[in-house]
């Protein structure tokens, strides 16, 4: 079994930037393959990023490459999402997710969600 929870969301100003982080308890949690979704109001849940047990791949979603970097510390059990270069379409509330097998961008796919974090950017 394994715990995830989420913090570092806030509101920011367009062009600012945000780190969430996601922390694990349990000692798999070097295993699972990691994922990064959101959820705006309305919308349905979205893939934005995902990692491999070992950090060594990741994907991303198109509207984010080159502005979220996904990351992780399996010594402190956390994986990250750093966000730069924040627009307001990514306001939703982002939600990490946990896996026991590869990569993967279904929100099907994912064995263990955290509760999530608001993020807000204002124009």
């Known amino acids: 079994q394994v715990q995830l929870v989420e913090s570092g969301g806030g509101l920011v100003q367009a062009g600012g930037s945000l780190r969430l982080s996601c922390a694990a308890s349990g000692r798999a949690f070097s295993s699972y393959a990691m994922g990064w979704f959101r959820q705006a109001p309305g919308k349905e849940r979205e893939f934005v990023a995902t990692?491999?047990?070992?950090?060594?791949?990741?994907y991303y979603e198109d509207s984010v490459k080159g502005r979220l970097t996904i990351s992780r510390d399996n010594a402190k059990n956390t994986v990250y999402l750093q966000m730069n270069s924040l627009k307001p379409e990514d306001t939703a509330v982002y939600y990490c997710a946990g896996r026991r097998r590869g990569t993967s961008s279904s929100v099907y796919g994912y064995d263990y969600w955290g509760q999530g974090t608001q993020v807000t950017v204002s124009s």
């Open positions: 990692i491999s047990w070992s950090g060594g791949s990741t």
